[in-house]
């Protein structure tokens, strides 16, 4: 599995070049089964990314796109009433919307109002939707991108920290350097679609050796003190959940997956923090409404603080 991973990464930078850490993040994010949000300005590979994503994993796509005027049924599916029908039980069936497929685009999600922004919850936590009543799993796997613009761009709703905090991990991935631009301009094939490396019954087992690598007992309790430090100095508005907490170790053990090897290193934690916990410790709206700032790197900003206040040694 270790060399299809390489193979995954290099593939990967063929579109995305000069991004290698984020596109470590981004298949770390797939392997731990969370799902990404990118945000970033529109035009710098949010949608490429997503879609090479799926075409190495040999894995189903859909793109919705998130307007002001989408609504839920939209995204989720729709009953449809047939009038002819006699037979009760068929007069109704079941349209299978966008959402129903393994790896699923919203792109520009903070464009959506709030009520078509909420029916992503129930389909990202519990992977299953419910319409009219009725449950409908989702396909394994099943993999969200989120692509937000920034939130002083005109015609955004920011999105809820519950919502924010269903979220895996956040990247970002900026303006390319000089000699990766340049590299991207000369491309020939860079509409060309990428090869299939993986298959779907792959990436579960995957997923499964991911929750297997082993962890000690001393990289817990650095996690531990990484959350409890948020939730016990004032510094951090927004204290970590036990949901962020869970978030952090398996994303270590899928980094150190990723790195070839099968146990956690507190490097592993180290690595995966800032993109696990930034946006899960930025100010609320209630916060933001008394005129604290929100401005984008004030998350990092906190995380990197948080981290550096424990030394992993004496944990």
């Known amino acids: 599995m270790r060399q299809d991973i390489n193979q995954v990464q290099q593939a990967l930078s063929k579109k995305i070049i000069g991004k290698e850490h984020q596109l470590k993040l981004a298949i770390t994010c797939l392997l731990a089964n969370g799902h990404l949000l990118i945000e970033d300005l529109p035009g710098m590979g949010k949608t490429t990314l997503s879609h090479a994503l799926s075409q190495v994993f040999g894995l189903q796509y859909a793109r919705i796109q998130f307007t002001s005027d989408l609504l839920p049924s939209d995204m989720l599916g729709v009953n449809i009433f047939h009038t002819h029908e006699r037979d009760e039980e068929k007069r109704f069936t079941f349209r299978h919307g966008p959402i129903f497929s393994q790896v699923v685009l919203a792109d520009e999600l903070n464009r959506a109002s709030p009520k078509t922004q909420s029916a992503l919850l129930e389909a990202m936590e519990e992977r299953q939707v419910s319409i009219d009543g009725v449950t409908h799993a989702?396909?394994?796997?099943?993999?969200v991108i989120a692509t937000q613009n920034p939130s002083?761009?005109?015609?955004?709703?920011?999105?809820?920290?519950?919502?924010?905090d269903r979220f895996f991990m956040r990247i970002s991935l900026g303006y390319p350097a000089w000699e990766?631009?340049?590299?991207?301009?000369?491309q020939q094939d860079a509409s060309a679609p990428l090869t299939q490396i993986l298959d779907a019954a792959s990436l579960n087992k995957m997923q499964n050796e991911v929750a297997a690598i082993h962890t000690s007992d001393a990289i817990l309790h650095y996690i531990l003190r990484l959350v409890s430090e948020s939730r016990q100095s004032n510094e951090f508005p927004n204290p970590l959940s036990p949901r962020a907490s869970r978030a952090l170790l398996q994303g270590a053990k899928a980094w150190a997956y990723v790195s070839g090897r099968d146990y956690v290193t507190p490097e592993d934690v180290q690595a995966v923090f800032i993109a696990i916990t930034a946006h899960r410790l930025t100010l609320s709206t209630h916060q933001m409404a008394h005129g604290q700032s929100n401005h984008a790197f004030d998350g990092e900003k906190l995380s990197q603080k948080l981290l550096d206040s424990i030394d992993p040694l004496a944990a």
């Open 138 to 143: 989702l396909p394994s796997p099943f993999f």
């Open 152 to 164: 002083y761009q005109s015609g955004t709703y920011p999105l809820p920290e519950s919502q924010l």
């Open 180 to 186: 990766a631009e340049k590299a991207m301009l000369m």
